[in-house]
């Protein structure tokens, strides 16, 4: 039987930028759109015009939070007539402000209310995504039924707060890797495995769901904390994945071992070039998935030169992407 469900995650550079195409029921879901400029920004419009040539429609599109390499291009992509989008899920910070009751005077995220007012003026439709503890807030789209993990009313205060402190993007400060990826391992193994979690105000209130069609489940971790993945899992039955999308394009600082150890996953996502002062993706990252699942399967949504150096190690477990598209198929049974 032909695959039903496509996956496709396009070269963002080091953003995201991920299609889904429920081909059986003709509905399609865009989470993020890479940057708002430079190579990932071009490499975005040129595979999703390609992608989507016989139709631009978008059902449902996700924008996970509002760092440039995940909302950068939205607005040049509808702009442009790449995508028509039916609905958006959608954090700005002008609601968050008016929804949690502060002073927006102060806050500057240029990108997020360029895409606010570009919505509103073209009367398309956007909700507030707010997760709470029993992990009810879903939707329903077509044959897709979202879960959402994330964001909690604590990390959207603290968004805001951080708003009105401090303009843009916080800063990655990983350190660079020190070891190789069999070194990461041999010391996980050890019990040697220290974790710095990510304190990123954007990146903790990033939209992170689980993706349901049938009996297939996917996980989107956007660029989520792992103890908002943690809590998730410990509670839910459903803790088994056809595919993971790893976190903040595999950092080591947000996806740690007691995630992994509660995850049954043989497939992971990562959404990075390697082509960036961050360490993305961290060998670490690498190895812990590795010691819970020796024999995943890795897909990048990229295939540099730097990026197939960087996994040497895992080249047999390694996907890398085809002319810019990493495409990933599923079956599922109706």
Do not use: W
Not at 161 to 190: F, N
Not at 281 to 295: G, M
């Amino acid at each position: 039987m032909d695959s039903n469900l496509i996956v496709y995650s396009i070269d963002a550079g080091i953003g995201d930028c991920i299609l889904i195409i429920d081909k059986a029921n003709n509905k399609k879901i865009l989470i993020d759109s890479g940057p708002a400029m430079g190579r990932g920004k071009f490499s975005v419009e040129e595979r999703l015009s390609s992608l989507l040539a016989n139709d631009n429609t978008i059902d449902l599109a996700v924008v996970t939070h509002n760092d440039n390499d995940h909302i950068g291009g939205f607005k040049s992509l509808l702009e442009k007539d790449v995508i028509s989008v039916k609905q958006f899920l959608f954090n700005d910070i002008e609601t968050v402000s008016k929804v949690f009751s502060t002073d927006v005077n102060k806050i500057s995220f240029k990108q997020d209310k360029a895409l606010a007012s570009y919505l509103d003026s073209s009367s398309i439709k956007s909700e507030l995504i707010v997760a709470d503890d029993n992990y009810d807030k879903k939707i329903k789209i077509g044959a897709f039924n979202l879960i959402f993990l994330s964001p909690s009313e604590t990390a959207l205060k603290k968004l805001k707060e951080a708003g009105d402190k401090k303009l843009g993007k916080i800063s990655d400060t990983s350190s660079p890797d020190s070891k190789t990826l069999s070194e990461y391992l041999s010391d996980i193994k050890a019990g040697k495995d220290s974790f710095e979690s990510d304190l990123s105000p954007t990146n903790r209130s990033s939209i992170s769901f689980v993706l349901e069609i049938e009996d297939i489940s996917l996980l989107f971790l956007a660029d989520i904390n792992a103890e908002v993945v943690v809590r998730y899992l410990k509670q839910s039955e459903q803790c088994k994945f056809d595919l993971v999308k790893l976190s903040h394009h595999g950092s080591a600082k947000n996806t740690n071992s007691e995630m992994l150890a509660n995850l049954h996953c043989n497939s992971f996502l990562i959404c990075t070039d390697a082509m960036n002062s961050h360490e993305h993706p961290s060998l670490k990252t690498l190895a812990r998935v590795l010691n819970y699942e020796p024999d995943a399967k890795f897909y990048f949504s990229s295939s540099t030169e730097k990026l197939i150096e960087l996994t040497k190690e895992i080249k047999e477990q390694s996907y890398y992407a085809t002319q810019g598209v990493m495409k990933i198929e599923f079956t599922y049974k109706k």
